[in-house]
């Protein structure tokens, strides 16, 4: 079945510091894949998504490009701030239809100034 | 208002009480969501309306009852619960559009109801 394997964390990081948040998948076909962020106190929003092999999202200075060749959407950012600490999470869309996302269990980042 | 919004923030109820969650959405969505978020467990999808429509019941214990009076508003009936039914609620919303055309997946989130079961 689908699945999503995300790194455990916590990860704490000085300000400035080189972020990656590991995300592997198991899905048959073509998923379509996605970072989510949650703040302290907040409900997830949508961070970035690619729909197809070799694509690249990025937003708010995150990447992630997905890689079909080794089932992988890992989270990149090159100089982190006290303001990206929070909790990712890495998803993967299936089914055509918003319903049936599988979410990874989060990552928790801490940014330290 | 705009987005996602959920009410209470937080609840406190004992066993033997009932409570609802209530969730409104000002994106003109026509899909509705309620997840459970626990620790170290993955977001845990609960029920799906879709116009109105119920489209997901993920084997949700009875005590659990939601309902959908209309596109823009969301309930979850609370009864008798259990003290692992404690986590934080999340409502969400999306446009759905099941057949053909790919959906994007993204969904949007309210703050979610932080809920404790004395």
């Known amino acids: 079945g689908n699945s999503v394997t995300q790194m455990e964390g916590p990860v704490t990081l000085s300000e400035e510091a080189f972020l990656t948040i590991n995300c592997t998948y198991t899905?048959?076909?073509?998923?379509?894949l996605f970072w989510y962020v949650q703040y302290p106190g907040e409900g997830l929003q949508l961070l970035l998504k690619a729909t197809k092999a070799d694509d690249k999202g990025s937003n708010k200075g995150f990447e992630a490009t997905y890689r079909k060749e080794t089932t992988s959407f890992h989270l990149e950012k090159g100089s982190v701030q006290v303001s990206d600490s929070a909790v990712y999470f890495c998803a993967l869309n299936n089914a055509g239809n918003n319903r049936k996302l599988i979410w990874g269990l989060g990552t928790s980042l801490a940014v330290n100034p | 208002e705009t987005g996602v919004t959920q009410t209470p923030r937080h609840l406190v109820m004992g066993m033997t009480n009932k409570k609802s969650l209530k969730c409104e959405q000002h994106l003109g969505h026509n899909a509705m969501y309620w997840y459970k978020q626990s620790a170290k467990k993955p977001l845990e999808l609960m029920f799906v309306y879709s116009l109105e429509e119920r489209v997901e019941n993920n084997s949700v214990p009875s005590r659990f009852s939601p309902e959908c009076p209309n596109s823009s508003h969301l309930f979850l009936h609370l009864h008798t619960l259990q003290p692992e039914d404690s986590a934080l609620y999340l409502c969400?919303?999306?446009?759905?559009?099941?057949?053909?055309?790919?959906?994007?997946?993204?969904?949007?989130f309210g703050e979610g109801s932080r809920l404790t079961v004395l």
């Open positions: 969400a919303s999306s446009q759905d559009s099941p057949g053909t055309e790919p959906n994007t997946g993204e969904l949007f």
């Open positions: 899905a048959t076909g073509y998923p379509s």
